[in-house]
């Protein structure tokens, strides 16, 4: 069975940095995406970053600059590299992927349990 687990989150004054890790256990076919969405008290949530196939990377605009997504070439583990923090970056920052588990699936999205990440002096 596929599990995603989450670790890095924490407390961290504005102009900080912070890295969460997610890593993946159980056996799987192939990986469509992974990334990191985010969201914070009364917010919807908010896709922050993620890697697609091989090696196309998004992130949102409002990350641009100052998060970095990186995975091993198995991305049996994703990094999320967060630099010049914000107390507008504040949320729980869930790790997800779509993946398979076998050639005949058409693609399933898993989620990790999710980390706290709070800004504030």
């Known amino acids: 069975q596929v599990q995603l687990v989450e670790s890095g989150g924490g407390l961290v004054q504005p102009g900080g940095s912070l890295r969460l890790s997610c890593t993946r256990s159980?056996?799987?076919?192939?990986?469509?995406?992974m990334g990191w969405y985010r969201q914070a008290p009364g917010k919807q949530r908010e896709g922050v970053a993620k890697?697609?196939?091989?090696?196309?990377?998004i992130y949102a605009d409002s990350v641009k600059g100052r998060f970095t997504i990186s995975s091993d070439n198995a991305k049996t583990t994703v990094w999320l590299q967060m630099n010049s923090l914000t107390p507008e970056d504040t949320a729980v920052y869930y790790c997800?992927?779509?993946?398979?588990?076998?050639?005949?699936?058409?693609?399933?999205?898993?989620w990790g349990q999710g980390t706290q990440v709070t800004v504030s002096s």
């Open positions: 159980g056996t799987i076919f192939s990986i469509n995406v």
């Open positions: 997800y992927s779509n993946l398979r588990t076998q050639p005949s699936d058409s693609g399933r999205v898993y």
């Open positions: 890697i697609i196939g091989r090696d196309s990377i």
